[in-house]
């Protein structure tokens, strides 16, 4: 019988045991402190620096890059955590090539812009390992507020209020805190533990307490805590998955890639974890490209991704695309699902048809490509479950699926904010995004509870 | 192909290129290795006065700046003259000479400010056959404090008195190594050539503390928690020392005097410009302590491109061909009106440019225009200053373009004269003379 990556079916164990390490090594390791003078170095200290308008946080980078050249590495943290208070988990996550690094001027110098990810990771490791904190609650205002979620949009509002000296109650349907960071983002750009360490340095400022365990509408009600807070901030992200559409979805070995990388961020023991020999996994994005590069650290010979638009359409930006090339994935591109071939309820193959744009709507051309896949995931975006929400009193607004909030947070119900992937507003749905809507939320908030932020 | 062959005081050398007073001519070893690598000349690490060996300090007698990337540029030493034993130093200055005659060997001196003492240590220097001496009147520190080096350089009438002794006590050329720790470099240049000598070097280096250690308390380099002040030295050093080259150069008074040019020199370039201001070799130190002898490959075959890129086809074609254009501020063409032009499509706007004139020059460039970030001059603010050009970090993206004549200059509402006019003839200078001359 064919041993490792040729073995068919989804099974553990393809690889040598030490491989496993070593492919979910960190993707970028951490600059050691000479290194990250040099690379400081290279920043210009522009002038309202255009990496600092890109930042959805708009921390204020040249500044803390400065801090880094002059050897204040904490004093670089504090700049950081000022405008991020989760600085070190987007030091990690952040398509810096489409925020950031893209609008370096170093960027349209020489197309090498500044590593401003690499470097805020720097500083914030060293401020996070020497459990370095840089701010003190303010007195308890006796104020009561309670967070649905404890992903980064929750985390930064808890933060953001807890330092005035409200008492913050986040309530997280799962056993860890952390939301994607913990289950969601791909493992070789989080290593070793970090998103829980981070969790623990955020929430060491005090007046934080997370319940785990307690999902909305099913454990508690957004009409009690309406009832029983001074405000409430929803940030449960998106737990919906997109169906494919296509014949025969319900067979084995289809599966949701979301699912599949949260499984794959908890287990204790790579090796143990099975995956197909011939992996397809349908969509464009971040999902996409994580699930197709873990699944091709995990020992799967052949892994493709399957777009149904260009390379151009695609949301993994071009970094990511590149990212899932070198580890051996193939993309293709106008392909869309149409039907899964299974055996004994089994997955075998996949049946795909070519797309083409017709003006602007794509539609299929007819031709039938064939792909044999013994595992087929599913990243064609997700979605959110508005259910949990209601059954309870008065209902919030919704728009395109999500929660709709104005400019500061405020969704359509008193003394209900929101934010985060669960609502609908100009921010990418990134976990930096995230942060700046929770701390926006919180200083809302804030404000709505002081009169004008005087206790 | 260029000829570089150099001709010193009559000191002949293949190159101009010579390693200075310092380790790396401190023994026979290390210039036997200096001259493999092709260097032109040596002078010998300073000899002191037959007796007791000189003493160095036993921890750390360097210091230095770096920038970011570690790259040294500039170095601070607290080491003394030589501390070998003066009979070996002779006997391997004689068989140095002795098998690289084509190669120049100067011996540098430093003993006390008497002249028995010169008169003892002339003969046995001259007796190695070497093609010189040079006078370390430069030494900043241990030496100076003793009524040595830098002591006697900083005092016109000994260095002239010192010159005298050593002219008339041997047949061999001498040149005086200036220090630059003084107010007016032509002064003891000066000294120097009434004292009768043949050349002037410098500069020597330049007393300095590299930095200070903000947990001890202790300047750099640290000696069990005290500093010294040390000489300073490498690429930092280099405008210093132009400077007083071309001062010298171009005074009435030492007009013509040889000058060796010494600080930074590092690269072909560097040795360029230093023989342009009026060198007419050059020595270096720091550049080798550096990187090792192998540099000089790079001087020696960067000069003769440059030299052939140009048409010079011997050194003679290019010393002292910059030294003309040294003036005095007062002399400077007050007619000759630049203004700062920025070439757009090299613009990576960064903004430099704009927050360095904004928040400390002239307000003469632009950050957005109808609501996009955009730099550009504002010719009618600028006073062609060069500022900006200085804090751009891409190359030839700023100009400074010069009006023609006949233009208008938008900040004064003036045309650009077409004559040259200075200081001395300027309106608002009260020494000028009262009735413009028609
Ligand atoms: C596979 C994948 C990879 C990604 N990679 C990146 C990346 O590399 N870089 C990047 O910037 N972004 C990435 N993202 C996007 C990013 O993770 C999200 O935008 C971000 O996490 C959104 O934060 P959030 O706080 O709104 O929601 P989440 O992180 O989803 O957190 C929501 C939290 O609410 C909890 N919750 C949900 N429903 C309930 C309920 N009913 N009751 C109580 N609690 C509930 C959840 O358990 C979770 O803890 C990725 C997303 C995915 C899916
Ligand atoms: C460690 C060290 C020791 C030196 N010792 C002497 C010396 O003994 N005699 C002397 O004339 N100059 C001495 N110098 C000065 C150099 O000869 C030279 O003038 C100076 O370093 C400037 O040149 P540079 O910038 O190329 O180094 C010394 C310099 C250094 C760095
Ligand atoms: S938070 Fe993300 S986008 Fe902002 S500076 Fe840091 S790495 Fe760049």
Redesign the pocket.
Known sequence: MAEGQFRDGIVAGRLPSADYEQNFADLHPPLDRHEALVEADRCYFCYDAPCMQACPTQIDIPLFIRQIATGNPLGSAKTIFDQNILGGMCAR???TETLCEEACVREAAEGKPVQIGRLQRYATDVAMEQGRQFYQRAAPTGKKIAI???????LACAHGLAVHGHDVTI????PK?????EY???AY?TPGGFAQAEVDYVTAIGGIDIEYG????RDIHLAELIANFDAVFL?????GVNALRAEGEDAEGVEN??EF?ATLRQASDLSSLPVGRRVVVIGGG??AV?AAVQSKLLGAEEVTICYRRGPEHMNASEYEQDLAAANGVAIRHWLQPKRVVSEGGKVVAIELEYTALDGDRLKGTGEILRLPADQVFKAIG?SFEPS?LNGSGPSIALENGRIRIDAEGRTSLDKVWA????VVDARE??????VAAGRDAAQSIHRSLTSNGRA | MADIRNDFVGIKSPNPFWLASAPPTDKAYNVERAFKAGWGGVVWKTLGEEGPPIVNVNGPRYGAIWGADRRLLGLNNIELITDRDLQTNLREIKQIKRDWPDRAVVVSIMVPCEEAAWKAILPVVEETGADGIELNFGCPHGMSERGMGSAVGQVPEYIEMVARWCKQNTRMPVIVKLTPNITDIRYPARAAKKGGADAVSLINTVSSITSVDLDSFSPEPSIDGKGSHGGYCGPAVKPIALNMVAEIARDPETAGLPISGIGGVTTWRDAAEFMALGAGNVQVCTAAMTYGFKIVQEMIEGLKNWMDEKGHARLDDIVGRATPNVTDWQYLNLNYVTKARINQDLCIKCGRCHIACEDTSHQAITSTVNGVRHFEVIEAECVGCNLCVNVCPVEDCIDMVALAAGTLDQRTGRKVEPTYANWTTHPNNPMAPKVAAE
């Open positions: 996550v952040c398509p649905v979620g404890a992903g980064p949009a929750g309530y997280e349907a799962r805190p952390g939301g994607l960071n969601g983002i791909a750009k307690k999902a909305l509408g940030g449960m992200g998106l737990a890639a979301v990388i971040m999902t994580d997700q949990v934010g985060g992937d669960c749905d990134l976990t930096v995004s995230a």
